[in-house]
């Protein structure tokens, strides 16, 4: 066989779809999809603190009564949240090694700060989430949570989540995580639609302003609960702990 015969056979053998450019997009898209959808979830059952005691530890109780399952889901959000964080950094320093001239400024007026700025931000969430399951999740940096129990013997949820936030350096920590993610959901939801094929002229001031809204509402969601409870619109049971 020919060197020709060789390279000929190269250049058309298939590339595996994670190694090329627009394989990545697609699994940061399934990706992100999926994070989207947790997240949103995530912050309606949270929601439920304003509903009070009982029914936020009942929506706890009936999480945890998924036994395994609940574990296996967990695990594969982590999962998805990794493959997402992998090919976000591989997709950044591509893009940044495709640069003709890098000591040149660009000024690219497409590109928002959201977009300039998406790879630290999900690092910031990356790392926030970190703490946010050793927190509130596995109750590593305060053990003393999993003694909290409610009058019919469910692990209280509802004033575990008011103590932590009663702490304003917590809370306060709490509100920047969620400034940045919804600073990254502003254009990461915009990039999704537009892997989807969602890119038409027309539709790209829509999808913009339908990206900014998410993200505000989920900032306005996620950040309500540390700013209800730090004015009191969530209380501890009448009489406190046990």
Do not use: C
């Amino acid at each position: 066989m020919s060197a020709v015969q060789v390279d000929t056979m190269s250049v058309h053998q298939p590339q595996a779809v994670y190694k090329t450019s627009i394989g990545k997009k697609i699994i940061m898209a399934i990706t992100g999809i999926t994070f989207v959808g947790f997240i949103t979830g995530h912050m309606l059952g949270n929601l439920q603190i304003f509903l009070g005691q009982d029914r936020l530890n009942a929506y706890a109780e009936a999480l945890q009564g998924l036994g395994a399952l609940l574990w296996f889901i967990r695990a594969f959000l982590l999962a998805f949240i990794a493959l997402h964080i992998i090919f976000a950094i591989i997709l950044y320093f591509e893009n940044r090694s495709s640069r003709p001239i890098r000591n040149v400024r660009v000024h690219n007026i497409e590109s928002s700060l959201a977009s300039r700025t998406k790879i630290f931000s999900g690092l910031l969430i990356f790392f926030f989430v970190t703490y946010h399951l050793l927190h509130f999740t596995l109750i590593v940096t305060n053990p003393e949570y999993a003694a909290l129990k409610d009058s019919l013997g469910r692990h209280d949820v509802y004033s575990m989540m008011i103590l932590g936030f009663q702490n304003y350096i917590i809370s306060g920590v709490y509100i920047l995580a969620i400034l940045s993610l919804s600073f990254h959901l502003s254009h990461s939801v915009f990039s999704l639609f537009q892997t989807l094929g969602l890119n038409n002229a027309a539709w790209v001031p829509r999808l913009r302003m339908i990206s900014n809204i998410f993200a505000v509402l989920i900032f306005i969601g996620y950040v309500s609960i540390p700013v209800g409870i730090l004015f009191n619109l969530a209380k501890l049971p009448e009489g406190g702990l046990l």
